[in-house]
T-cell receptor, first 111, second 115 residues
Framework: LAKTTQPISMDSYEGQEVNITCSHNNIATNDYITWYQQFPSQGPRFIIQGYKTKVTNEVASLFIPADRKSSTLSLPRVSLSDTAVYYCLVVRSGNTGKLIFGQGTTLQVKP | EPEVTQTPSHQVTQMGQEVILRCVPISNHLYFYWYRQILGQKVEFLVSFYNNEISEKSEIFDDQFSVERPDGSNFTLKIRSTKLEDSAMYFC?????????????FGSGTQLSVL
């Protein structure tokens, strides 16, 4: 599976848009990209997933360029409650639920 | 939104004792998982379970670990003889689909402390 690389930490302020970029240079054609969020002492929570171009839901947007070697999670107008660890995962279609988590990006939102 | 429920939230045990961690997956889900996270480390896959059988397990999931779906609602993880290094947060998860674009729903975890 493609290895993912994302910043270890990011700081932001309330009301700002936050973009977290993940690189996955060796992504295969049957891989898709998934992002999870984890608050302290809680389990990861699914945010968004996509294969290419742009996906948007009520929580975030996911931008994937044509070469799919990277992806960007965009959180609009963050609040203090968005302070969490964000994980970028490359998941192979046909995967049986074995997710490989990296260290993630710790986002700290300040007032 | 439906939730995965885990009990207890905290479990303290002595080394060598058996522990059973309990989970109630989301009711229409058929695929179940256990993950763990040692303090300050990554979330690690332990095992996946479907149709009363283990689908896949990691190297961590050795003979000391077992899983069971004792009835139509519960899913358990048993550690037969706990070691100090088993101290971690254990997360249960479930999913509606087992392949394709799998979306896992995780519980809030059981913090296991082995003394």
């Amino acid at each position: 599976l493609a290895k993912t690389t994302q910043p270890i930490s990011m700081d932001s302020y309330e009301g700002q848009e936050v973009n977290i970029t993940c690189s996955h240079n060796n992504i295969a054609t049957n891989d898709y990209i998934t992002w999870y969020q984890q608050f302290p002492s809680q389990g990861p929570r699914f945010i968004i997933q996509g294969y290419k171009t742009k996906v948007t839901n009520e929580v975030a947007s996911l931008f994937i360029p044509a070469d799919r070697k990277s992806s960007t999670l965009s959180l609009p107008r963050v609040s203090l409650s968005d302070t969490a660890v964000y994980y970028c995962l490359v998941v192979r279609s046909g995967n049986t639920g074995k997710l490989i988590f990296g260290q993630g990006t710790t986002l700290q939102v300040k007032p | 939104e439906p939730e995965v429920t885990q009990t207890p939230s905290h479990q303290v045990t002595q080394m060598g004792q058996e522990v059973i961690l309990r989970c109630v997956p989301i009711s229409n889900h058929l695929y179940f998982y256990w993950y763990r996270q040692i303090l300050g480390q990554k979330v690690e896959f332990l095992v996946s379970f479907y149709n009363n059988e283990i689908s896949e397990k990691s190297e961590i999931f050795d003979d000391q670990f077992s899983v069971e779906r004792p009835d139509g609602s519960n899913f358990t993880l048993k550690i037969r003889s706990t070691k100090l290094e088993d101290s971690a947060m254990y997360f249960c998860a479930s999913s509606e689909a087992g392949t394709g674009r799998v979306k896992l729903f995780f519980g809030s975890g059981t913090q296991l402390s082995v003394l």
